[in-house]
């Protein structure tokens, strides 16, 4: 079963140009003290404002997908499925105190009484036992405070050590434009490249004010992988049109972040740097500014992700993520 572990003492800007050396000197160092990714940390104590009134009753982690399988499956699930279907073995939820106890019942194994009134079908047995299949996989990390989404990566630096690490968003789900699915894209380019690497999908101006954003250098003979140039959270059409244009994209079209990050463990000491200097935005420590820190200190790359992906935690989000899982023909009787 998983564990709980102990949370950290609490104790800037979205924006960052990065200065670095030739790409040529860098890219496709092999570097043999890494290790493959075999944990993810996935934040979840946020509190899901956009969805409100809903979120005063329901966690927005655990609303409903109906996937194509028929399977009523909270967002939680589906985002530890996606890491486990990637070959991910550790998954770390960051979770709020309050939230322990619910957490801990969904991934717990199924009662008998409850398990015999579904035995008849084995497609309702399948599903409600999968919960506590995965619960082998998951540990349970305290933030005591929602201080932004840095700050809930950061509460997970004891459990992830030196190992790298797969950052997943609490709210984002993800379908596949082709057979692997999408974390194990970012994975496979991870083992590939040996430094970090985040997804990033193409958005048009006027949705980048929701994502952060990035710009960069294209690499030769890899299509759609790119040297991280600078990083903006959520900009304005203005700023993007003067510093965010990259080389063979068409115009108003820029690369946003996908919602998943392979990374060293390199970005928690940056985090963790930001914390003891104090380097805030809005009283929140932010994971863009600690991609900026380790961007300027290594080859840090970005991946377009082949597949969708889907903010359940706002509205238009959730019912575009609703109509996708469901498949195109939709659920039908049986």
Known sequence: MFLSVLRLAHSSSGTASIAKPELSRRILRRHTGLKRIRKAVIPLAGHGLRMLPAT????????????????????????????????????????????????????????????????HRADLLAAAESPGELSDKVTLILQDRPLGFGDAVLRAKSWVGGDPVLVMLGDHLYLSGEDRCCARQLLDAFAEL???????????????????????RPVPRWNGLYELDTVVEKPDPGLARERLRVEGMPADTYLCWFGLHAMTSDILECLARMERDGATDGGELQLTGAQAMLSAQRAYFALEVNGDHFDTGSPEGYVEAVAAFAGPTGITNK
Not at 62 to 74: K, N
Request: aromatic fraction near 4%; hydrophobic fraction near 45%.
């Open 194 to 216: 040996q430094a970090p690497v985040s997804g990033v999908t193409r958005k048009s101006v006027d949705g980048i004010h929701h994502f952060g954003t990035v710009s960069g």
């Open 56 to 119: 005063l009753a329901v966690r927005k982690a655990l609303f409903p997908i109906v996937d194509a399988r028929g399977r009523v499956c909270p967002v939680l699930h589906l985002i530890v499925e996606e890491a486990v279907n990637a070959g991910i073995e550790e998954i770390g939820l960051v979770i709020a105190p309050e939230d322990e106890a619910m957490v801990r019942a969904y991934f717990s194994r199924l009662p008998d009484p409850l398990k015999s009134a579904v035995g």
